[in-house]
Each structure stands twice: as structure tokens, then as C-alpha cells.
């Protein structure tokens, strides 16, 4: 399968590195997981930076930092039984497509699309988090 377009609100599989792994010196995730694509723009070079959150089944120490992600969207995402949420402090950026965008065993890269409206408030929080300076980004090149 071809590698989708990067759009804001696409979930994409993808090595997500936690700000914890990356102090321990780890440079690749340890685990591929759905994240989500919070930013994707072309910069003065013409490579696409994309920032992503990730999404998780530990529940959230800080729920004002996650957003839960309802049963109803996890099945038409294809995501398994589980509850999930999206990190909204921890993020990870890096230049479409990246090393560590990885496929589905069905081949996809993608799970489909948040609705607008989730999506709306996943930006609105992730920019008030990153405003008090308590959220992660990690460089992945």
C-alpha cells in the first residue's frame, strides 16, 4: 500500500518516542502505536514537518492532558477493544514520511480520520499546554 498524505486529524501507525525513552537515550520507540497528526506543513525547504500525539491504552495521571477516544471511534478506526487515549503533552516531530512511520500487518499506514470535532479539541488543548509550558516535544529528525 502507498503512504497516505499527512493531514491534520489522520491516524497514522508510527514508533512513538516518549520523552522518557529519549532521556534514556533511546533513539526509535519501542513500540509502534496509532498517533495522531496534530501538524503537518511544508516548510522553506519543501519537506513536510509533522507533529503527532500518540494514543495509548494507560490511562491518563493527568486527564486535562488526554483525551479519551469513545468505543464507537475505536471500532470505526479498526483500533482494538480496548479504552484509549491521545497524549496531549507528549509529542513527537518529525519530517513526512520518516523512518519510523511503519505499516499495519494489512499493509496501511493509516487508520482513518478523528472527526472534526475531536480534532478541534485536541488542537485547542495541546496549545494551551504547550502555553504553560508542560508539554514534550522530541525532535526525531
Known amino acids: 500500500m502507498s503512504i497516505p498524505a499527512p493531514k491534520p486529524g489522520l491516524i497514522i501507525r508510527y514508533s512513538f518516542l516518549w520523552s522518557a525513552e529519549a532521556k534514556r537515550g533511546a533513539v526509535e520507540g519501542s513500540k509502534d502505536r496509532p498517533c495522531a497528526i496534530v501538524v503537518a506543513a511544508r516548510n522553506e525547504a519543501g519537506e513536510i514537518r509533522t507533529i503527532v500525539a500518540p494514543i495509548t491504552h494507560s490511562p491518563p495521571i493527568d486527564v486535562a492532558a488526554s483525551l479519551e477516544i469513545t ?16 497524549r496531549l503533552d507528549e509529542l513527537n516531530r518529525f519530517v513526512w514520511p520518516g523512518y519510523d512511520l511503519r505499516p499495519r500487518p494489512d499493509g496501511r499506514y493509516d487508520y482513518g480520520m478523528l472527526p472534526p470535532g475531536l480534532f478541534e479539541q485536541l488542537k485547542r488543548r495541546i496549545l494551551e499546554i504547550q502555553k504553560a509550558r508542560k508539554g514534550r516535544v522530541i525532535e526525531r529528525g
Open 71 to 86: 468505543p464507537e471511534l475505536c471500532r470505526t478506526l479498526g483500533l482494538d477493544a480496548g479504552r484509549h487515549w491521545i
